[in-house]
């Protein structure tokens, strides 16, 4: 991707990620990008098959960031969620639910 | 007449013409000659280098062995035999196989758990899972033509599945539901606790999950089984009416990702103990067994002579069983309702031989001690050369008739290639059988009577006696 084109370019793209992660604010509550998706029937399902592990600080992570918008309070800046710790662990999962709907919505169709 | 008979037959005689290119059957043309045999001064194409009804077995260098035969239906039947049935079971996985035969339509490496579905009726197949004790069998039926489609699910099923742990855990409630069902089976309870109470490991295993393990199987326990006993030495795959070159293609190249034997089983170690399953029934259901021989033994063959000599099961249906003599004999001790019949079943090595009565609940002991007296008759020499040969027609019968049908056809065919790697011909068996002699038949029922005894009972058992009181 970046063989060409200068480093310059890539870090510059990089940059603007991060800044617009720390524009939209959920880290400063302490949560990850997968804990603010809307939760519609794919995603529920999705959230059946994940490991008990990760549900658990899934739903840690989101009554402490309510507590904290109940206070109007954020957390301490050591705290907040960092760009590169962000894990995407819900992302495969909601694939794998997405590609079996289409799967079974072409059979269907037919 | 040729003309006529042909066109009425037109459907049912195109199948066999199509696949039989290599020969022309003039069937009406020729009168006094029998159609099992081939007809005489007929040129054969070179290719021809097998005659129809041969049962063709191979076993390839990874230990898979192949058998088919190829009897021109229009329907085919594949199956994938495992050495895999619950006696391999460890302690820490028990119930694993309940799961195993539960899970064949889960989702695969290469197929997802719809497609699996959705693909295999869309051809008019069916997939289906079958174990026991001893081997797991997964089957295929489809139509001659779609053989390929159904044959690419089955390859998934028995080689690549995934086990997902959301899929593995809604399981469950299936599992469950089996265990309801069974119990409302008072033969399926006796027979389990048989085994349970005969031995010490290995067939001790119980068909069905335990309750305690009911929920706490997991997708690891489901993949280390799979990984440990579904290898290419242990499995054979087997198809009716399919080319024998196209199975071996496929053995060959999608049925050897595990090689070797996997583990090893324990081998079985017979106890004889007493297993008592009290219910409200108003019948009471006990099995008295002893141990008998492995199943691939002539002492095996004597063992189900024996019971057919004894009396298994009704010949004429709402009949008087007269030939029966466990039947004749508990008959003099009750004039209440009963049932009685020789149980047997061999297994790779050991097996169980004894009587199966079923009984009213305050005369289960004399029913119980009349059988026994008659198998002890035996036992002392009180058989006539009449009964001996009316047993043997009798097994024969009943073998013969079970290869009548195409399941029973290929669970023979599957179970002798897994377990010897050939085929035993319907006559070499017969002929076993009249080999067996009176002084065999009178051994067998020695043994039993010697023998360390195991009982199971279940029902109002009040009146029941204990395995060392009968």
Known sequence: MASRAPVATGRLLLGVRKWYYSLCGFNKIGLMRDDTILE??????????????????????????????????????????????????????????????????????? | MKGIRGISQLSTRLYAAQAARKRRFHVAARTGQSLAQPLAGLKLSPGAAHSLKDIHVTRLPSGLVIASLENYSPASKIGVFVKAGCRYETPDNQGVTHLLR??????????????????????GGSLSVTSSRENMIYTVDCLRDDVDTVMEYLINVTTAPEFRPWEVSDLTPR?????????????????????????????????????????????????????????????????????????????????????????????????????????????VHSAVVSESAAASTSEALAFSVLQHLLGAGLHVKRGSCASSKLVQGVAKATADPFDVSAFNSSYSDSGLFGIYTISQPA????????????????????????????????????????????????????????????????????????????????????????????????????????????
């Open chain 2, 175 to 283: 599992v469950k539901m089996d265990k309801a069902q069974a119990a409302q089976s008072a033969q399926i309870g006796v027979i389990e606790g048989l085994h349970e109470a005969a031995y010490k490991n290995a067939l001790c295993n119980s068909l069905y999950c335990p309750t305690h393990m009911v929920g706490n199987i997991q997708s690891g326990h489901l993949h280390q089984f799979v990984q440990n006993n579904f290898t290419s030495a242990r499995m054979a795959l087997v198809g009716l009416g399919v080319d024998h070159t196209v199975l071996k293609q496929v053995g060959e190249q999608f049925l050897n990702i595990r090689s070797g034997t996997g583990t090893t089983g324990a081998k079985a170690q017979y106890r004889g103990g007493e297993i008592r399953l009290p219910s409200l029934s108003s019948l």
């Open chain 1, 40 to 110: 519609d029937s794919d995603v529920k399902e999705a959230l059946r098959r994940i490991p008990e592990t990760q549900y658990n600080d899934r739903m840690f992570r989101i009554k402490r960031a309510l507590d904290l918008s109940m206070k109007q309070q954020i957390l301490p800046k050591d705290q907040w969620t960092k760009y590169e710790e962000d894990e995407r662990y819900l992302t495969p999962y909601l694939e794998e639910v997405i590609r079996e709907r289409q799967e079974m919505e072409e059979w269907m169709k037919r």
């Open chain 2, 363 to 470: 005369v289960a002991g004399d029913v119980i001690r009349a059988a026994l007296a008659e198998v002890k008759a035996v036992a002392d020499g009180g058989v006539t050369a009449a009964d001996l040969t009316r047993a043997k027609a009798q097994l024969k019968g009943q073998f013969l008739m079970s290869l009548e049908t195409s399941e029973g056809l290929l669970e023979a065919m599957g179970t002798q290639a897994l377990v010897e790697g050939s085929y035993c011909s319907a006559e070499e068996v017969s002929k076993n059988i009249d080999n067996v002699s009176l002084t065999d038949v009178a051994n067998a029922a020695k043994k039993f009577v010697t023998g360390k005894k195991t009982m199971a009972s279940s029902g109002n058992l009040i009146k029941t006696p204990f395995v060392d009181e009968i």
């Open chain 2, 102 to 123: 539960l899970a064949s339509n889960l989702t695969t490496k290469g197929a997802s758990s719809f497609k699996i579905c959705h693909g295999v009726e869309a051809v």
